[in-house]
């Protein structure tokens, strides 16, 4: 029987199988495992000797897998079908985001990772292979995958040096090349980053880069900590993993415009209902809701379920900071004024207020009253002096920060943003 050793660090929990069906696998705790912290997963508990529901099992490890074009393209390079879920697991789970891994029970016990160093054209030769096959520019030994559709490259800084991870060693950095189709799409990333540094949103380090003619965006991964040379995971889920949305389902991370409460969709209140579940949630949803008002503020329509995620620590679960958020909104022929998720109601950017931020927070139950139009406040307090003291890169959109501007004052002011002035 094909098997795989579940790990959580570097301590085994358990073995997944195939199920029957091939989009489903099957986990088997360890014996001694009895899900103590940290918390594998908020989707599902851990009952030792009793196997989790396959299912949810399914969802959550098949969360971790790449989306549309990037998993089919990952699949037929190994010869697997993109809804084989133990097959992608197989060939791609030993190094994913967080700190769950795969490994193959005859892996030798003296395992240590294996890297090269890369030459800047090389570098620039696995963002173009990234670009045109889809495939995250990986090497034909690599077991590493990480979810999204954009291309990217995975790879490790050590000594200022980018490094190529072989087998299942792992990465700490994510590669962005830029795309003809939206040249400007990295250059906004990185101003939203910055904005977020400065508002104390994310504390990940990023930087553009150059590799001959190509420009890159190097994102610090979150879930990585480079402690004597060595990689240290922490562990993390998303929330479409949380709630147990469908992972091979693209659109299942959006909520349904039409139908607002359809199963098996996520929702701003959905997160935030979870969050206050769990021991000392209130700090965690107050993070929400800051996210939000920063998701609002900026322009971005793409903050679904997988663009938040759980940090799952030894010391308790938190919200991670901040991640992919991209004011989408001022990238020409680009814009969906329909959010992700809808707000207070609200999927329309324009009509968004004050108010329906304090009514989508106060909808979960979690907050109390007198401290939600105060942390709206704050908020956007925060992005307003992050636009004041960072410039956007040249090659950024135009008129970013005046857009932004507009956003928070309206907000600020009691109205719906509406449509910004030319």
Do not use: C
């Not at 998993?71 to 133990?86: E, K």
């Not at 700190?99 to 294996?114: F, G, Q, S």
């Not at 998303?238 to 147990?244: P, V």
């Amino acid at each position: 029987m094909e098997t795989l050793d579940l790990y959580l660090h570097d301590r085994q929990i358990g073995t997944v199988r195939r199920d029957r069906a091939k989009h489903r696998v099957v986990i088997e705790w360890d014996s001694a495992y009895g899900g103590n912290a940290p918390t594998l997963t908020e989707s599902f508990g851990v009952i030792p000797g009793r196997a989790p529901d396959v299912e949810l099992a399914s969802n959550f490890l098949g969360g971790y897998a790449p989306e549309g074009n990037q998993r089919t393209a990952l699949a037929a390079r190994r010869g697997i079908d993109p809804d084989d879920l133990y097959g992608i697991l197989n060939e791609f789970g030993g190094s994913i985001a967080g700190a769950v891994t795969l490994r193959d029970p005859d892996e030798p016990k003296n395992y240590h990772p294996d890297y090269d160093e890369l030459a800047e054209r090389t570098v620039a030769t696995r963002l173009q292979q990234a670009i045109d096959e889809h495939d995250l520019g990986s090497r034909d030994d690599s077991r590493s995958m990480l979810p999204g559709f954009q291309p990217k490259l995975l790879v490790a800084r050590f000594d200022d040096a980018w490094l190529e991870p072989h087998g299942r060693a792992h990465s700490t950095h994510i590669l962005k090349p830029q795309l003809q189709s939206r040249p400007e799409a990295i250059f906004n990333e990185f101003y939203s980053h910055e904005l977020a540094r400065h508002a104390g949103l994310s504390q990940f380090q990023s930087a553009m880069h150059t590799a001959g003619t190509m420009n890159y965006l190097a994102i610090e991964r979150f879930d990585r900590q480079v402690v004597r040379g060595n990689v240290v995971l922490h562990h993390q889920e998303d929330l479409a993993q949380a709630l147990g949305l469908d992972w091979r389902d693209g659109d299942a991370k959006f909520q349904d415009h039409r139908l607002p409460s359809r199963k098996g969709r996520p929702s701003a209140r959905l997160i935030g209902e979870l969050l206050g579940s769990i021991p000392g949630g209130g700090r965690a949803a107050e993070e929400w809701l800051r996210q939000i008002v920063y998701h609002v503020a900026i322009g971005n329509n793409d903050a679904h379920a997988k663009n938040v995620a759980l940090l799952h620590l030894a010391t308790g679960t938190q919200l991670t900071e901040i991640y992919d958020a991209v004011p989408n909104l001022f990238q020409e022929g680009r814009i969906d004024w329909n959010l992700a998720l809808s707000v207070g109601g609200n999927f329309d950017h324009r009509r968004i207020s004050a108010e329906a931020l304090i009514d989508e927070a106060l909808s979960w139950g979690v907050l109390p009253r007198q401290l939600v139009p105060n942390i709206i406040e704050e908020t956007l307090a925060a992005v307003e002096s992050a636009v004041r003291a960072i410039a956007p890169p040249s090659l950024a959109s135009k008129g970013m920060p005046e857009r932004i501007k507009w956003n928070v004052s309206r907000l600020l002011s009691g109205a719906e943003i509406s449509k910004p002035k030319k």
